[in-house]
Antibody
Framework: QMQLQESGPGLVKPSETLSLTCTVSGGSISSSSYYWGWIRQPPGKGLEWIGSIYYSGDTYYNPSLESRVTISVDTSKNQFSLKLRSVTAADMAVYYC?????????????WGQGTLVTVSS | EIVLTQSPGTLSLSPGERATLSCRASQSVDSNYLAWYQQKPGQAPRLLIYGASSRATGIPDRFSGSGSGTDFTLTISRLEPEDFAVYHCQHYGRSLWTFGQGTKVEIK
């Protein structure tokens, strides 16, 4: 059973870096069949794709966030990670990690439960 | 960037009724790369439909998707109690992947 689980601090100070990790179980992150992505949802608002990574390290980012985002993969731990620099109140959201089939690039067929990140001093 | 506009914002219906949700794109969606998700409070979204009309694994056949170009529809033929939720459409494919703002289907 494929499962994804986000982890990381729930509170980040303005101007600092948000760091989250997604641990994948029930399957290998090194599979050539999938991308792995991050999506966020501000409270009461819609979903926003942040970026995605392939096991090889190839990354694709939302242009609106690209200057502040880094997504990396650690195949030895079956994890991938998100770093978002210089956060502001606008970055407060529930952050989800998700699996994205290579054959249908961009859809998200398995999701983590999500983790709320609050930006506050 | 393709902007997706969902309507209505809220749909008030009774169990057993038919729900019709709309997703309109600001420009034509390549190869019908349009997906629908269901999201219940406090839960992650669940993939329902991809390729505008293909049901994801395990999705009941009361859910159907249709449309092409810039106009897409999600239809729930007979609402079950567990279907009251928020529904999101998503464009995917070559360019920036974007979501609509969601339609809430609530119990009347």
């Amino acid at each position: 059973q494929m499962q994804l689980q986000e982890s990381g601090p729930g509170l980040v100070k303005p101007s600092e870096t948000l760091s989250l990790t997604c641990t994948v179980s029930g399957g290998s992150i090194s599979s050539s069949s999938y991308y792995w992505g991050w999506i966020r949802q501000p409270p009461g608002k819609g979903l926003e794709w942040i970026g995605s990574i392939y096991y090889s390290g190839d990354t694709y980012y939302n242009p609106s966030l690209e200057s502040r985002v880094t997504i990396s993969v650690d195949t030895s731990k079956n994890q991938f990670s998100l770093k978002l620099r210089s956060v502001t109140a606008a970055d407060m959201a529930v952050y989800y990690c998700a699996r994205q089939p290579f054959s249908i690039t961009g859809i998200n067929d398995y999701w983590g439960q999500g983790t709320l990140v609050t930006v506050s001093s | 960037e393709i902007v997706l506009t969902q309507s209505p914002g809220t749909l008030s219906l009774s169990p057993g009724e038919r729900a019709t949700l709309s997703c309109r794109a600001s420009q034509s969606v390549d190869s019908n790369y349009l997906a629908w998700y269901q999201q219940k409070p406090g839960q992650a979204p669940r993939l329902l439909i991809y390729g505008a009309s293909s049901r994801a694994t395990g999705i009941p056949d009361r859910f159907s998707g249709s449309g092409s170009g810039t106009d897409f529809t999600l239809t729930i033929s007979r609402l079950e109690p567990e279907d009251f939720a928020v529904y999101h459409c998503q464009h995917y494919g070559r360019s920036l992947w974007t979501f609509g703002q969601g339609t809430k289907v609530e119990i009347k």
